[in-house]
């Protein structure tokens, strides 16, 4: 290990082994190892009482703990960016979303939790299906001898995760890009269509119109004779 | 294990005091008072006691009230926007160097979201009433 090239990349996570502190000893490493686990086994753990809770609020709150464990595990990896993308995306805006969703329905989650069991096979197909494609997924890419620089997208490893992603998504994958823009756009479309209907007997505020008034149109000198009033 | 991780840590040790202190604080405030409570008061809970109270009225209902559609309806127009931010930092960081290709499909990018943005705008999703 010591003796490869320091810029040459880490052969499992493509980052430059001069970025490494591993190599000036072994007490970082150490400390680095002791994050990995403690990050993974708590996303592990938070994800597991995600699915187990009763309560689908402390569901969504245990989902929070796992993005946050996960952008954890992004850090050591190097992937600032998706990191602190995880913490803004998915902490901040995902799980408030859910957090609506799960408030917004009128459900019996007690008469909900009683098909648990029948469909538990069906969810243990899925999780078997999943867990092997990442074995092979995993299994491949050992047995296959595959390094970072044979990677699609691979460029600079000296260079910082967000100027690589920047370079990859705005080059190769401008298609891609912009098809996420027209996702993006259905989705914002499709959920105004859904859920925007108006509301009737509502009295909302028309800042032009406000703005647009004088004094003129809202007051009026008159002069009333003596025991006559005024006419409205 | 070792070969996975490669990062420079040691950065990011500032923000691991602060998140330790903050830890340290947070715990302090909940086991202080109750170390206090415990020594200084009497604790004599009985049935009466403990049931909820709120101007004489029983708490007849579940605290999950139902929210508005509304609400959601403002937090996916926020993750969306949200995501095209996310969009830019990236873009910002890597323009000059990327020529105008990559400035041209980041304003086609940018346009898409302005026409979703002039139909919200139009419909009167912004707007709360």
């Known amino acids: ?232 | 294990m070792p070969e996975t991780i490669a990062v420079d840590l040691a950065e990011y040790l500032p923000i691991l005091l602060f998140l330790g202190i903050a830890l340290l604080l947070s715990t302090a405030f909940v086991i202080l008072p109750m170390i206090v409570a415990r020594f200084t008061g009497a604790s004599k809970p009985y049935a009466n006691k403990l049931t909820e109270y709120e101007c004489g009225f029983p708490a007849f209902e579940d605290s999950r009230g139902q929210f508005d559609v509304r609400f959601y309806l403002v937090a996916i127009l926020f993750i969306i926007f949200d995501l095209e931010v996310a969009f830019l930092f990236p873009w910002a960081v890597t323009v000059f160097d990327m020529g105008w290709v990559a400035w041209g499909a980041m304003m086609v990018f940018l346009a898409e979201l302005a026409i979703g943005l002039a139909y919200a705008w139009k419909v009167g999703a912004l707007e709360w009433e």
């Open chain 1, 1 to 232: 290990m010591g003796a490869r090239n320091r810029r040459e990349p880490c052969r499992r996570c493509a980052l430059p082994l001069s970025r490494s502190r591993f190599l000036q000893g072994s007490q970082d490493n150490v400390i680095q190892a002791f994050a990995f686990y403690l990050f993974a086994t708590i996303v592990i753990a938070s994800g597991a009482l995600t699915i187990v809770s009763r309560n689908p609020v402390h569901s969504v709150l245990w989902l929070i703990l796992a993005f946050f464990n996960a952008a954890g595990l992004m850090l050591l990896i190097g992937a600032e960016f998706i990191a602190m993308l995880l913490v803004i995306v998915y902490v901040g805006a995902v799980a408030v979303l859910f957090l609506f969703v799960v408030m917004m329905l009128d459900i019996d989650f007690a008469e909900l939790r009683a098909g648990f069991t029948r469909y538990l096979p069906f969810g243990l197909l899925i999780a078997v299906v999943l867990l092997c494609e990442m074995i092979f997924a995993v299994g491949v890419w050992n047995f296959a001898d595959i390094g970072p620089d044979t990677r699609m997208g691979t460029i600079d490893p000296d260079m910082p995760n967000i100027e690589a992603i920047g370079r990859a998504l705005y080059d190769r994958y401008l298609l891609v890009f912009e098809g996420a823009g027209i996702v993006l756009l259905v989705a914002m479309v499709g959920a105004i269509v859904l859920t925007h209907r108006e509301r009737g007997g509502v009295r909302p505020q028309n800042i032009s119109k406000q703005i647009k008034r004088r004094p003129e149109d809202a007051t009026r000198n008159t002069q009333p004779e003596v025991g006559k009033g005024v006419e409205l």
